[in-house]
């Protein structure tokens, strides 16, 4: 499985955007970038997922590199509901399974 | 459309007990999934289904079996409790075949072993 390197934590102001960025050095070709955040004491939720091209939906955009060994989680204007837990995560080889690392907690702050 | 659900939310068990954990799903994804999230970390994988029918080990199996039931449950029981086992649990459904889809997660089930 690619290992994905993510910064422990960030802080944002309230009304900004939040970058996040996530290292997967060593992603294979085929597979695909996913990310989930984690509200306090529930369970995951998903985000965004993508393979080469930037991706957008309603709730953020995900940049990927040219060469995808990194990218980067944009939520356009955070919130304080928006302090979380934000995984970026490689699908594994087998199957449809995630694997976790320990993520980045990011801070909104008014 | 409950999404996931799992039963109980909360369970206190003293070590050597046994029990169930219960995990629904009514989205008639073919693919379910047990975690388990200890303090500051994320999730690990402690045994999926990929289809009715089956079952396979994840990251971390030892100590746990589960059943798939039927399409829409997957249940997920500890012979003999250890403190180890003390975590927060959680159940997710995907679809399938396809290999991209994203996982829907339940609350959680918070069990403490004394």
């Known amino acids: 499985d690619a290992k994905t390197t993510q910064p422990p934590s960030m802080d944002c102001a309230e009304g900004r955007a939040a970058n996040l960025p996530c290292n997967h050095s060593t992603i294979s070709g085929n597979e695909y970038v996913y990310w989930y955040r984690q509200i306090h004491s529930q369970g995951p939720q998903y985000i965004i997922h993508g393979l080469k091209n930037n991706e957008t939906n309603e709730m953020a955009s995900l940049i990927i590199t040219e060469d995808r060994k990194s990218s980067t989680l944009i939520l356009p204007h955070a919130t304080l509901r928006d302090t979380a837990v934000y995984y970026c995560i490689v699908r594994a080889e087998y199957g449809n399974k995630l694997v976790f690392g320990a993520g980045t907690i990011l801070r909104v702050k008014s | 459309n409950a999404g996931v659900t799992q039963t109980p939310k909360f369970q206190v068990l003293k070590t050597g007990q046994s029990m169930t954990l219960q995990c629904a799903q009514d989205m008639n994804h073919n693919s379910m999934y047990w975690y388990r999230q200890d303090p500051g970390m994320g999730l690990r994988l402690i045994y999926y289904?990929?289809?009715?029918?089956?079952?396979d080990k994840g990251e971390v199996p030892n100590g746990y079996n589960v059943s798939r039931l039927n399409k829409r449950e997957f249940s997920l029981r500890l012979e003999s409790a250890a403190p180890s086992q003390t975590s927060v649990y959680f159940c997710?459904?995907?679809?399938?075949?396809?290999?991209?889809?994203?996982?829907?997660f339940g609350p959680g089930t918070r069990l403490t072993v004394l």
């Open positions: 997710a459904s995907s679809d399938s075949p396809s290999s991209y889809n994203e996982q829907f």
């Open positions: 289904s990929a289809s009715e029918g089956t079952t």
